[in-house]
């Protein structure tokens, strides 16, 4: 659904961090949502008429005057919106949206309705997760930003494995991705990582060994190594952590995750590294897109 929309209306908005509640002054039926920040940690709450809005502007993640709590991809300028998730809960009497401590995010009704849930994401028993709109697309709830435990509008791509477990390395895009995908078509998992354009090239393997740690051609080591392609240069590729020089410095940062900087290989976090090493089993299929 794509949606034209005209000026923005200026309300004030005010953070009170000592109780984690956004207050809002001014505003009524009808106006414009009110950007506020990019996150929800433990204890903030969202009113009708306020949003959040990624650090790129891209995209604004909405609760309506009318209760529905709304994803939207901002388009070029003065194109409008897109529309690409909802919470489906228009009409139900949404009041105020919970991201509460023990990591659910929960919307309430007004107090006039009973104050119970309307709709929550799911998440308790992650206490201190975080709802965000990262730079990378969609919304996400996260704990302390490591695995995926909630998201909206963020799709994997569609290789044609439905029923099988599999992961899919795309180098399309602005930032290298990672996407882990069970085979009931749940998103386990996105994450920008480091590889290398056209090498493996494109196209469909799988997984044939594992090592706890293994050691580079030309030195320093890569723990959690999963195997699933031969290189264009006869080296054997896989996924691991970010490798360490033999002083135990690694060879990029965290911040340039996504860029091609590996000889083929594909670089991950330490603890993205880890948990792919423990959930993909000997010949889960991995696609090599771009």
């Known amino acids: ?35 506020l920040r990019d996150s929800l940690g433990p204890g903030d709450v969202m009113l009708r008429g306020q949003s959040l809005l990624s650090p790129d502007g891209s995209y604004r993640l909405a609760f309506l005057w009318g209760g529905d709590l709304v994803l939207y991809r901002n388009l070029a300028p003065y194109w409008g919106v897109e529309e690409i998730w909802s919470a489906g809960t228009r009409g139900m009497g949404g009041h105020r949206l919970v991201m509460q401590q023990d990591g659910d995010l929960v919307m309430y009704s007004a107090p006039r309705l009973g104050g119970g849930p309307v709709w929550r994401s799911g998440t308790d028993g992650f206490d201190g997760a975080q709802l965000a709109l990262p730079r990378d697309g969609g919304a996400t709830i996260r704990l302390n930003d490591a695995q995926l435990l909630w998201s909206a509008g963020l799709t994997a791509p569609d290789v044609g494995l439905g029923g099988r477990r599999h992961a899919v390395y795309d180098r399309r895009g602005e930032k290298m991705m990672m996407w882990l995908v069970e085979a009931d078509g749940t998103l386990v998992d996105s994450y920008p990582v480091s590889g290398m354009f056209r090498n493996p090239p494109a196209g469909q393997y799988e997984v044939y060994s594992k090592s706890p740690i293994a050691y580079g051609y030309r030195g320093g080591s890569m723990n959690d190594m999963v195997r699933f392609a031969w290189g264009l240069n006869g080296w054997r590729i896989g996924f691991h952590a970010i490798p360490l020089r033999s002083n135990g410095e690694p060879v990029q940062t965290l911040e340039q995750l996504g860029q091609s900087l590996s000889a083929g290989c594909v670089r991950q976090r330490a603890d993205k590294a880890e948990f792919l090493y423990e959930w993909a089993p000997i010949g889960m299929p991995v696609v090599v897109l771009g």
Request: hydrophobic letters at 55%; a positive charge.
């Open 1 to 35: 659904m794509r949606i034209r929309i005209g000026a923005v209306a200026v309300l004030a908005t005010l953070l009170l961090p000592a109780s984690g509640v956004l207050a809002q002054a001014g505003g009524g039926a009808g106006r414009a949502p009110v950007s």
